[in-house]
């Protein structure tokens, strides 16, 4: 177990320099590529030379290596990790730390990520254990195509489709029958602060579909194999009732992947946040790269994407020491 | 997904009319799989919907015009947004385009990153992947390091960073960040897989018969390890179009001259809840979800053929 861990932690050092040099290195060759993107912050307007250069200089994008295409710009790659190390990510276009930015609306992508893991656990494990248990029976065939169905249809179109579909229909209905404000809210097309979960509850489902077919068909073929297992016909044949086998037995065991899915997809959620936040107007983390994105404010694209890559490198690094406790043989190996 | 029908060839062996395969030794076995994978794939229903939706979408992206006589490129904005009439059957856009006409030429930009990102990824997959799994030791080492250095950046994360910064984004720089982040998967699956088939008998006999590294990798280790590369390519496809879509919709993909469903969704989308319009979504969104559909589904199909063992 400790031999284990160490080493994973040790792996993990070459692994967070390289992404974060990798992400580093992308954003380079696009400034090289395409010039200084301050000057976007103009327009059409011709800014004074020493405008440009001071608010260049502002944002640490004046580095001569960023107009040599194809230099990886090693200096000032180790003077942001030391920069990010002491918890600097830079400042926005109206000067504000982005830390404050990201500590404003983190709280909020917090919730939707909940919502959507809730989501996507709960009914995802239970049409699981129902398509396993009753195998190639109807519910089961209802499960596979329910879940490749919404594996198929993108984030994006999903969203969008259910904004029409709740801000069109379900609310207006809603709001008709007299039905309780949080109940309109769960299906206003947009976020509402006076309804910090409810407003979040249709663009969680949303976030957490994906995920909810990859769950479904994980826990139904881990519970299928696990059912065949020796111990669970010894458990059968001592006359346990079919309920504890499956949810006791077997169960406990074949949920070991799903629980490592749902830890890794946790960090991805993150990213699938700025697509779902983007669309229902949620001011998250997601919905400042989303709009950050369209008015071209590079700093903070840069700064959060880092953060989101550290969340998602942390998350799976959690997952693989956590699947050690969870499943004793892989610390032999 | 699917099982019904003609479940068991695979796993009986071959049935009695075709008498040479299966007669002799692994060798033959192995290559039966491809006869046995085909022959459930062609009684597969599902796979031969999927594949005739795949033809369709393909046939829209090469030759749109054989779908529709009218020019998507003649818009008046005073017809924007309208229903679904009869000179419009989907209605029109909210630049007051043909809507249907917008639906067929919107294939070919999603097409061509697709099938150009999904050859690029599988070649550079194969290659890495055989090579870190055939000889292992030290350019097994790097090649793992460098694909878990590359699997820890998001695909969204990753290609947004590289796109916003870039001022004229086209097919071929989508193409190229999807290919960059993209790759890895493909190494890894190929070195697993690489790895087992190394293990096997035919490969020690053709060793020990004098066949030099090359021919090994070619004639025995290629045929035999790529089956679960072809299925993820194929699933890919279907990724790669989904990928590109959600790039163009959070505006960092491809741009308005050209045509392709990410920026048609993406126009329709504050005008149709506002307006109540749905058209503008359904029509786009509906071709978007049936061509990653049907890519989904083939590849399922064509798992189930290949890998029997995965139901």
Redesign the interface.
Known sequence: MGRYTARRLL?FI???L??M???HY??T???Q???N?VRALFGDREPPPETLAAITRSFGLDDPCLSQTGNPCLGMFADRLVGYAQGDFGIDFTEQPITDLVAQTFPITLRLTLIAVAFEAVVGIVAGVLAAIRK?KIIDNAV?IST??V???????LG??L??AS??YIGVWLTDAGAPEWLSAAFS?SYQSEHPWASLFVPGVVLGAFSLGFIARLTR?SLIETLRADYVRTARAKGLRPTRVVGVHALRNSLIPVVTYIGIDL??L???A??TE??FNIPGVGGL??L???T?E?PV??AV?TL??LV??LA?LLVDLLYAVLDPRIRYD | ?T?HGTGLDTRQGPPPGDADAGQVGAKERSASLWADAWRELYRNPVFIISSVMVLAVLSMAAFPSLWTDTDPERCLLAQGFEGPSAAHVFGTTVQGCDMYSHVIYGARPSIIIAVFVTAAVTLIGCVTGILAGFYGGWTDTIVS??T???L???????A????????DRNIWSVSL?LI?LSWPTITRIMRGSVISVKAQDFVEAARALGASNPSIIVRHILPNSIAPVIVLATLYL?VFV?AE??LT????GLEVPEISWGIT?SEG?LI??NQ?V?HL??FP?AA??LT??SF??MG?AMRDALDPR?R
Do not use: K
Not at chain 1, 151 to 157: E, G, K, Q, T
Not at chain 2, 152 to 158: C, S
Not at chain 2, 160 to 167: C, G, I, Q, T
């Open positions: 792996q070459p692994v967070l390289g992404t040099f990798l992400l992308l954003q060759i696009s400034i590529l395409n010039g993107p190639d596979r490749v169905l594996i198929s249809v993108p984030v994006f179109v969008v489709l904004q029409i801000g069109l097309i073929t960090g991805a993150m990213g699938g700025i697509v983007g669309i790269v989303f950050s994105a369209r071209n590079t694209i840069i994407a989101l890559t998602f490198l799976s | 997904m099982d390091r460098v878990d250095i590359f820890g950046l998001p695909l969204i994360v990753g947004l960073v590289f796109l916003a910064l870039l001022a960040v960059v279907g989904s879509a959600t919709f959070l505006g960092v969704i989308q149709a809840v109540s749905p979504l359904v969104c978007l979800i990653v559909l989904i589904l399922d995965g």
